[in-house]
Structure formats: C-alpha cells, structure tokens
C-alpha cells in the first residue's frame, strides 16, 4: 500500500496529539509529535541549568533522538531522557520561547525532514503544513473554542496530579497561542490546501474517522464491479418498494477503504439490506450450507461476493480471505451473531468480527435491520416497514486477547442501542 505523509498543525489543546498517535496507530505509520521536540529541548536547558540565550553555543553538539514505544513519545537529548519532563508547566512556558528563535528551528527542520522523507508518517505541530512538510500528501488544520481547550487541558494536569487552577491554564493557552500566531518565524496558520477540522463538539474518534476518510480516499482506488452497480440500480428500488426500506446513518459510511459492517442477522435477505443500505460493494461470509444445497443460488451469491463459511477449523481460510480483502481496502460484511436468530432477538455476539477489526486495524460499523420479518408487502397494510440504521464506526485501539473482549461488548451495545431507537 502506498505510503504517505500527513500534516497536521492547529491550536494547543485541539486534538491533534491523540488524533495523531491513534490515526497512526490504525494505519500502521510512525506519529511524530513535534511539539515533544521543541520541549525536550526546553527540559534539556532547564535540567542542565542553561540560560536560554545560550543556546545557540549548545545547538552544534545536541543530539535529539525520538521514537514512539509503547504507544508513548520518547525524548532523548544526548543520551539523557527528558520525557519525564516534558508536560510540566514550566517546560510548556519556555518552549514557545525558545520555538521563537531561528537557530532552534533550523535545528530541528532538519530532524523533521528526516521523518518526513522516510513517508508513512503523521506529524502533528504548528508548522507541518506550511514550512516543514508543505509536500505533504494530506494536510490538516485543527482548532476548537478556546474554553474547550482550557477544560481539556485542565483535566489532562488534574489527571497527572499538577497543582494548578482553570484560569491559569487558560491565560497559559491564551498567551501560547498568541506568541504561536504572532511569531515572526513560522507562525501557526492554516495552510490554504488543508481542511480544517473544528473538534469542539467532537469526540477524538469523529476527528480520527473524519481525517480517516480523506486518507482512505486518497490511498484505495479500487472501483466496485460493474454488475454491482446494476444490481444496486436495479434491484435497490424494488427493495426499497416490497420493504417499504427506511435506511438511516448512511452519511456514516465510507465510500473507499477497508471496513467491516457487523449487522444483526434475521434472514438470508440480510447480505443485500445491509450491501444496499451501505451503498458499497461488499463482501459477505456465508455459511458453506448455502452453497451446497442450491447450485444456482450458490452460482449468485458467489457472483455477489460471498465467501463460503465453514464451520470449526474451515472459519480460518474465509477469515483469512476477509483479511486479504480488508488489506485491498474492500468492505466486509459480517454477522457477530454467528447464526441467523429466527425470533429476531438479538443473540450474544461472537468475538470474530470484533477481532478482525482489531486484527486489520480498521473501523467497524454496528448495524441494526429492523422488522425484517414482516416481510414483503406487508410494510403497507401492518405499517411495519423495514429499518436499516448505520451507526457511528467504532475504531479499534489495541489488539489485546482483554481489548478484544471490550471491544465486542462495545459493538455488541452499539447494536442493542440502535435496536432501540
Ligand atoms: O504541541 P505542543 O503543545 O507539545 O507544543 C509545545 C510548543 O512547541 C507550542 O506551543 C509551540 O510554541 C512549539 N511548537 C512549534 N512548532 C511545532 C510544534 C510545537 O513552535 N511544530
């Protein structure tokens, strides 16, 4: 899969450093804080007792060394780990005075530059955009409302047990940004080919899928299968009309790029609802059964992407052509389940699609169908029409045997929820 750099800058307190390490984290790249640059040179000056304004004489002989382990940034100056330093407060104040100075930047240009050719990197700073990376394949502008960054920023110092007050951070953030925006050098400003992004009313996972969603534009260019096309142009008004099909959440779906879709299962109309309601071309597991019984259904089914299901030690092979297709940047359909459940009763999930998102590290969407058994036609005289409801991807974050776990369970509430609205 072709490599890329991203280029996120914005405000302090706007996201970007968590939406940098996750966004990372799912597409397998190295997250480059810069701002742990700037400040590791800051605890370096105050741990060893240098006035800023000598800095200049110590430059020449610094050594930086950043790398990401354990899903944490480390900081090395020649040889002395600053990392544990590098968020307290009077660090915070000293670096956007030493980010002012020329020499500094220059300095540290060239330790950005070397991430940024090796590609398959995002780099979250101020000035990523505009003057580190201004080739950048994807750029980023973040920012949020001022109090908002205030509120998160305190609960980050209450967490890590800091002693200090909401109007401090606030007149701290202020100040920040001010000098950020104001200095000669570099300033923080938007580029004009980014997007921007207001987090202020978003939840870290919205930022990260909505930035996901132009990586994935960018990087999968496969195209879905003419007879796909016609069988959506064709069939999906008929559908729509037997069903009275109601489909909401559908401005939630990615167009290119791996996802699993994880949808309830009631009966063998499942895989077209959900192919249909989605708008996408995917692939679907089912049960060998399916394809033994009927040759002629199993002749279609298979022109219409199903991977045949065994049960036991056969699972493996069609997880495992799942897994290729995810890596083509292909959807999934998949039913947590496991079987159909003929009352329509939710039934426990299993933990397979849960830990193929996990496993390819891509995002899952829960999905409910809704009053499937009222069958064709009946929409008209029982009032019962059939509802497909796409909710929000939900984004793995480990692959842990525990994460796994958690993970169903979330999907798992997801689809109860949507269930019930
Ligand atoms: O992002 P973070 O809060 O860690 O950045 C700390 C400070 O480092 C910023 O306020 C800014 O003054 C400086 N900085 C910079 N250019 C960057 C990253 C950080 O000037 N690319």
């Keep these: 899969m072709q490599k890329i750099v991203i280029a996120i800058d914005g405000t302090a307190g706007s996201g970007k450093t968590t939406t940098c390490i996750k966004l990372a984290y799912l597409l397998d790249y190295i997250p480059v804080l810069t701002g742990k640059l700037y400040r590791g040179i800051s605890a370096y000056l105050l741990n060893k007792n240098i006035e800023i304004n000598k800095i200049k004489n110590i430059l020449s002989d610094l050594k930086i060394n950043y790398y990401f382990e354990n899903g944490k940034p480390k900081v090395l100056i020649n040889e002395t780990d600053v990392t544990p330093y590098l968020e307290d407060p009077e660090v915070e104040k000293l670096t956007s005075r030493i980010a002012e100075l020329q020499e500094v930047r ?43 960054r205030t509120e998160r920023r305190y609960k980050d110092f209450l967490k890590k047990g800091k002693n200090i007050s909401f109007e401090e951070v606030l007149k701290e953030l202020e100040e920040r940004d001010k000098r950020d925006r104001e200095r000669e050098i570099a300033p923080l400003k938007k580029s004009k080919d980014a997007y921007f992004i207001d987090t202020t009313n978003k939840s870290i996972d919205e930022q990260v899928f909505e930035i996901l969603k132009i990586v994935y534009k960018k990087i999968y260019k496969n195209k879905e299968k003419m007879r796909w096309k016609i069988a959506y142009f064709i069939a999906y008004p008929i559908f729509k009309w037997l069903f009275g099909m109601r489909i909401t959440g559908r401005e939630n779906v990615i167009r290119k790029g791996p996802c699993i879709f994880a949808s309830n299962h009631v009966t063998f109309w499942d895989p077209p609802f959900v192919g249909f309601a989605v708008k996408r071309e995917s692939f679907f597991l089912a049960k060998i059964d399916l394809f033994i019984q009927n040759a002629l259904f199993a002749w279609l089914i298979k022109k219409f992407n199903a991977i045949p299901l065994r049960r036991g030690a056969g699972a493996v092979s069609a997880y495992e052509k799942a897994e290729e297709l995810l890596q083509e940047g292909k959807a999934v359909i998949i039913f947590p389940e496991g079987t159909r459940s003929r009352k329509g009763v939710l039934l426990p999930f299993k933990k397979g699609a849960a830990s193929l998102a996990c496993k390819m590290k891509v995002p899952i969407y829960p999905i409910y169908i809704k009053n499937v058994l009222a069958g064709p036609g009946k929409w008209i005289l029982r009032r019962k029409r059939l509802e497909i409801k796409i909710g929000k991807p939900l984004l793995p974050e480990k692959n842990t045997k525990e994460y796994v776990e958690i993970f169903n369970k979330k999907l798992e509430e997801e689809v109860k929820k949507l269930s019930l609205t």
């Design 106 to 148: 220059n300095f540290l240009f060239k330790v950005q530059r070397e991430f940024v050719n090796k590609k398959g990197v995002v780099m979250e700073g101020r000035d990523i955009g505009t003057v580190i990376a201004p080739d950048a394949d994807i750029k980023i502008f973040m920012d949020a409302d001022i109090k908002i």
